[in-house]
């Protein structure tokens, strides 16, 4: 079994660019979601994908944007990218989109913003 | 609202000591509760989760929390502390009221491991 996995580890981006993470789920889960880690803080929910749809969003701006893949797959796009968006962003898949089912972490991208 | 709270930003133990990390949460309806722990770069590991079944909790590498809705605390200890323990660890709780399974973190707590 696959578990969850992040592409890319690290990159730097200036700010104002765009950016692309990536996110495969681990096998048979179509929940995805996407949280923002800032340096020494706990991670903050920015939102989930069910089944293709946004499901639920966190205190985050619009150009914080996403999609989801029939094979459930997912990407984070972030937009004029500020300086406090230098984070480690993490992906979590989980079979069902209910609170009751666990989710599974990735090992995160680490998006840097010079 | 939902919440977790961890006490102490940074704890500091010796090797073969007891391990405690405090974690108090709000929460009008019964919760799930877990315990993450993260390595240096690297991404979040479930240490175990409460889940309204048995209050005393046990997960992995020897750690286990025991879920006390008088004191609405739900706190991680190991009895014996090794050097390999040294991470940040989580607190947090499944969002329930949400439409989507969001889990609310805490701030983190550091363990470091005296020799």
């Known amino acids: 079994e696959t578990g969850v996995t992040q592409s890319p580890t690290h990159l730097i981006k200036t700010r104002g660019q765009q950016v692309t993470l990536r996110c495969s789920s681990q096998?048979?889960?179509?929940?995805v979601s996407w949280y923002q880690q800032a340096l020494g803080q706990g991670p903050q929910f920015i939102f989930q994908?069910?089944?293709?749809?946004?499901?639920g969003r966190g205190n985050f701006p619009p150009r914080f944007s996403g999609l989801q893949f029939p094979n459930y797959s997912s990407e984070l796009n972030v937009n004029a990218l500020e300086l406090d968006d230098s984070a480690l962003y993490l992906c979590?898949?989980?079979?069902?989109?209910?609170?009751?089912?666990?989710?599974?972490f990735g090992p995160g991208t680490r998006l840097t913003v010079t | 609202a939902q919440s977790v709270t961890q006490l102490g930003s940074h704890v500091s133990v010796s090797e073969g000591a007891l391990v405690l990390l405090r974690c108090n949460y709000s929460?009008?309806?019964?919760?799930?509760l877990f315990w993450y722990v993260q390595y240096p770069n690297q991404g979040l590991q479930l240490l175990l989760k409460?889940?309204?079944?048995?209050?005393l909790v046990k997960g992995i590498n020897g750690f286990e929390a025991e879920f006390k809705k008088s004191e609405t605390s739900f706190h991680l200890t190991k009895p014996s502390a090794h050097m390999s323990d040294a991470a940040e660890y989580f607190c947090?709780?499944?969002?329930?009221?949400?439409?989507?399974?969001?889990?609310?973190f805490g701030s983190g707590t550091r363990l470091s491991i005296r020799p």
């Open positions: 929460s009008s309806v019964p919760p799930y």
């Open positions: 409460y889940t309204s079944a048995a209050t």
């Open positions: 979590a898949s989980s079979s069902n989109r209910q609170g009751t089912y666990e989710q599974y």
């Open positions: 994908y069910y089944r293709e749809e946004e499901n």
């Open positions: 096998s048979g889960h179509n929940t």
């Open positions: 947090a709780v499944s969002d329930l009221y949400s439409s989507a399974s969001k889990i609310i």
